[in-house]
Structures are given as structure tokens and as C-alpha cells.
């Protein structure tokens, strides 16, 4: 079978949990057998057969994805796509010939290995500035030989003369309005034109489809639920204890076992404000790492962050840590006391399966996907209460057997997400749409 997928978060420069997804997406299919078509919506990248590889492996590493706020790199191709578009034109997304004698040793670019890459520039600001015009996808031409148009997130593009399926990951700004400062009517027309003419939406929870069917006016029997994987190298897994107590000291002056892990986008529904109370609650004393960009709303977090963090009296608590490669995250996770991520809302929640994965105890929330995720390999907290979140940090922090036996239960709840079920369930919902 042939699949298209979309590269939108591929592209962006600093990856999100998103990106992520979206890579384990097309690693889980290419493990499957299944060949891969990836569409970008790059500038700069040309039309210059000779060129166009380079380029976009340039504009992958130095600019990627232009963001939001960066509407001079997005707005002029918009535009110019758009009017030919509604003369009855269809985008071009051309091919990018891939070439052997470019070096890619070390490059940060995303691109699923052996894909046929393809970009339009801008696409994906087009799909949604005309989504929000007139309330329907951007329709484009099928590509050579695909079966499958998968996108990876709610975009609203669909491929003419194959399946049409969609991920939806959360319906944030609806179920929580106040942890975002997106335009909500222009959300919701999106998310509409997005579901519009999808043959199948996969969801990654339970939750995620409830809050769906409860939003959005969307047949029950289209909303398949296929949960999430990642794939962590085994030479970050398994780690020498030597070796990862070396590292940890030279680059973080750390020790294994001696801190608390946070890590994620410093925004309201993540939930730092309560988790920098629980600290100040905790009798333990060890320190707090937070890792994490800035996302939604960003202010008042780091602003306490900042504080703290010139206090002599309470420096020494609290570590903080913007973009971090996925290997050093992953040796930050490896080696913490525990993982402390009572989110507010998760539409899945991919830290605590990576934890569970990496052989640390979790403490999460008690709401939303979480308990669906961590099964009973967790201890689950009220996110809104900050004495829970520090009582479950003293316990992870003086009991060593309760340590062993969270890992041992996550160990098993982890096996519930292989990327092999992973695989099964997508192709489970692939049969499905193609019958």
C-alpha cells in the first residue's frame, strides 16, 4: 500500500510532541512494508530540478516551517496560490528528486527514509486561509500511486481519487479555551473543512473521541481510536549506568536518581504553575528540572521560573531547560526519580509512555487520557491540587520499592503501545476505509 502523509510538523524547526508523532507515524508504516509519499509546504526550495533537494534539506535545517507569526514568509505565496486555485486551478505539488551525492550526515531535516518527497510552498497556510473563507479542503490532484492520504493533524486538504484519513489529536481550544489564545471561530471553521470530507478520522485516546463526537458533528463509526507509539533507540534505553551518571554530571551537573523530570511546552494546560507550588509543598529536597520551549500563554510560568531561579534559597530547587535534542531528553528522563506530569489535558500523552518505556515512575494526572495511558503503572493525582502532586513526589522520593514496582507495572502498561499494535490498528482502520 501506498501512503501520503502530510510534512507540516515534520518541518517545524523545534519538533513538538506532534512532530514526533508525526515521525513515528512514518516509521510505524515503513516498518509495515507500506511505501511512503511525504508533501511539504516549504519556501524557497524552487523549481530547479538540481536544486531542489539541497534546498529543501536546507529550509528543513536552518528555517523550517514558517510559523504564524512569520506571515511575511507565508502570506505573499498564499495569496498567490489561492487565485489561480479559485480560477479552478489546482496546486502544484511538485517532486523533489532526491540526490545521492548530497550529504546528510547530521542533519536535524525529518524526512521519512526512502519517501517520495513532494512540496508546495505555503500549502498548508493556503488550505487553511481558504478554509476559513469558504469552509471547505483544498482538493489536490492524486499523487502517483497512492492509496492512502493520511495527515497527520487537522488540515484541510483532501486527495482527489483515494482515501481520505485524518489524526486528531485534541480538541483543545474547545474542551479548554483558557489555556489558548487561538482565534476560536477560526479554529472551529478549520476543524470543520478539516472533518469535512475525511473517510476516517483515527484518534489517539478514548477521550480524544468523546470530546470529538461532543464538538463536532461527526458519524460515531468514522472516529476510530488507534492510541500512539514512539520508538526510543535502544542505546538510549538501555544505557550504561557508568555512562549516563558521567553524562548527567558533565552536562547537567546532575546525578541519577537525584531529581524530579518535567518536560513539555510551558503553557496553561501543562500545568507548571501548580507544579512549582507542589515543589514548594514537597518535604523532599530534591530539585525540579523543567524542560520545555515556551508555548500558549507562557508569561506568568516563567516569570516565576525566573524568580526562583535568582533566589539563592531557592535556586538550588529548580533547574530549567528550553529545547532539548531528543537524546538529551531522553538522558534527562532516563536518569530522573520520577517523571511529574499531572497535565490538565492530554489528548494522549506521550511523556508518560516514554517514561514508562525508559524504566522511570510516573506521576500524572488522574483526568482526561492519562489514566487511559498509564493504566495502573502511575500514581495518579488531582491536577488541580498541589499538596497531591507533592505528596506523590515524596512518596516516589523515599520508597525505593514503590520506585521498583511502578517500573515493573510500567514496563507492562508500555507493551500495550509496541509500534507494532500501532501498525496494526492504522492498518486495521486503512481495511476498513478501503473496502
Request: with cysteine; proline share 7%.
Amino acid at each position: 500500500m501506498k501512503i501520503a502523509i502530510d510534512g507540516f510538523t515534520l518541518a517545524l524547526k523545534e519538533g513538538t510532541g506532534l512532530a514526533t508523532a508525526t515521525d513515528q507515524l512514518a516509521r510505524t508504516l515503513a516498518s509495515g512494508g507500506h511505501d511512503l509519499s511525504v508533501i511539504y509546504g516549504l519556501t524557497g526550495v524552487g523549481r530547479d530540478p538540481a536544486l531542489m533537494w539541497p534546498r529543501l534539506l536546507q529550509a528543513l535545517g536552518v528555517r523550517g516551517e514558517a510559523q504564524v507569526h512569520e506571515w511575511l514568509r507565508w502570506a505573499p505565496l498564499t495569496a498567490a496560490m489561492l487565485a489561480p486555485y479559485l480560477a479552478g486551478w489546482r496546486f502544484q505539488v511538485r517532486p523533489v528528486p532526491r540526490r545521492a551525492d548530497v550529504a546528510t550526515a547530521g542533519s536535524s531535516a525529518r524526512i521519512p527514509a526512502g519517501a517520495d518527497v513532494y512540496n508546495a510552498p505555503s500549502i498548508f497556510y493556503a488550505a487553511q486561509s481558504y478554509a476559513s473563507i469558504f469552509g471547505k479542503p483544498v482538493r489536490l490532484r492524486k499523487l502517483p500511486g497512492v492509496d492512502v492520504f493520511h495527515r497527520s493533524s487537522p488540515l484541510p486538504l483532501h486527495m482527489e481519487g483515494v482515501a481520505n484519513v485524518m489524526m486528531v489529536h485534541d480538541v483543545i481550544p474547545l474542551a479548554m479555551p483558557h489555556s489558548t489564545a487561538i482565534n476560536l471561530r477560526h479554529y472551529r471553521r478549520i476543524m470543520e473543512a478539516s472533518l469535512r470530507d475525511a473517510d476516517l478520522l483515527l484518534l489517539i485516546s478514548e477521550h480524544s473521541r468523546r470530546d470529538l463526537l461532543s464538538f463536532f458533528d461527526v458519524p460515531p463509526e468514522k472516529a476510530v481510536v488507534c492510541y500512539q507509539s514512539v520508538e526510543i533507540p535502544e542505546a538510549l534505553r538501555d544505557i550504561d549506568a557508568d555512562e549516563m551518571r558521567r553524562q548527567l554530571d558533565s552536562l547537567y551537573g546532575l546525578e541519577p536518581g537525584g531529581y524530579f523530570l518535567f518536560y513539555g511546552a510551558i503553557e496553561p494546560k501543562k500545568n507548571v504553575g501548580r507544579i512549582l507550588d507542589a515543589l514548594a509543598y514537597a518535604r523532599n529536597e530534591l530539585p525540579l528540572v523543567i524542560a520545555g520551549r515556551n508555548g500558549w500563554l507562557y508569561q506568568q510560568e516563567v516569570k516565576r521560573m525566573r524568580t526562583m531561579l535568582r533566589n539563592p534559597r531557592t535556586a538550588g530547587r529548580l533547574r530549567r531547560h528550553e529545547y532539548l535534542p531528543f537524546a538529551q531528553l531522553m538522558l534527562l528522563l532516563k536518569g530522573a526519580r520520577g517523571l511529574v506530569f499531572p497535565s490538565l489535558y492530554e489528548g494522549f500523552g506521550l511523556p508518560v509512555l516514554e517514561a514508562m518505556m525508559m524504566g522511570v515512575p510516573v506521576i500524572t494526572s488522574n483526568t482526561t487520557s492519562l489514566p487511559e495511558v498509564a493504566g495502573d503503572a502511575a500514581l495518579l493525582v488531582d491536577p488541580l491540587d498541589p499538596r497531591a502532586i507533592a505528596a506523590a513526589m515524596d512518596r516516589l522520593a523515599g520508597d525505593d520499592a514503590l520506585c521498583a514496582d511502578l517500573v515493573r507495572r510500567g514496563t507492562q502498561q508500555a507493551a500495550q503501545f509496541t509500534p507494532q499494535k500501532y501498525l496494526e490498528r492504522i492498518e486495521q482502520a486503512y481495511r476498513q476505509v478501503l473496502r
